[in-house]
């Protein structure tokens, strides 16, 4: 004899679970609230991003109208025939005195730095009783001639050897040397007394009491 044990029991049978009317509408308000959020949230972005471009457009088209202002201001101008001349003018004339600069500093005009300091060395050359009156200088100073008078002859040497010593006086040589002693200049007044004094015969004219000299390089012209 059998018998048969049912063990099977309904309440170890899984459950389902059935959402309610309630909970589903609550699910349902979630969602609905989550998507009008984030519509929102795009819209205030879309906004944002809006604003941004029209201010982006507004720079543009300032800037567009500096540019057109500034291309209208600084436009290309023509060429001004008068100015070029000008130009080449101030270009030939600059080229001129490169080459007057040139000339100076080569040395083809001979003495370029003037006749100062020959004047400076006979002016230092105060010798007393003797005085000049005339100086030639000629050239590159190459050819030199001194003319003057002397109270005593012998002054003359020692004036000239001072004078030789100078700088700038430096290799000139002097190739002629003279020395005399004038006739004496007399007043009418005086004529007239000498004269009647020798009676009718001529008597020889008084001899001045200075000597001159004329000192000369060679080819050297004298100035009076």
Known sequence: MSQQINLFNPIFLKQKK?????????????IVLGAL???????????????????????????ETRLNKAAVQFAPRQRSATLDSEVAAAEA??????????????????????YAEYFRAFA????????????SIVGAGNDIGVQGRAMQAT???????????????NGKTFG????????????AAAGTAAAAAAGAAVAAPPLAPYVEFSLQSQGAEAVK
């Open 18 to 30: 059935v959402f309610g009317a309630v909970p589903m509408l609550e699910a349902l308000g979630v």
């Open 37 to 63: 959020v984030l519509g929102w949230l795009a819209q205030q972005r879309v906004s944002v991003l809006e604003q941004r471009a029209a201010a982006g457009k507004t720079m543009v088209a300032e800037r």
């Open 93 to 114: 004339e600059l080229n001129s005195l490169h080459q007057v600069d040139s000339v100076l500093h080569g040395g083809a005009l001979g003495n370029t730095a003037g």
């Open 124 to 135: 230092r050359q105060d010798v007393s009783g003797l005085w000049l009156t005339g100086v």
């Open 155 to 169: 002054l003359i040497p020692n004036y000239i050897a001072r004078l030789t010593a100078e700088k700038v006086m």
């Open 176 to 187: 002629r040397l003279e020395i005399a002693r004038p006739v004496a200049v007399l007043n």
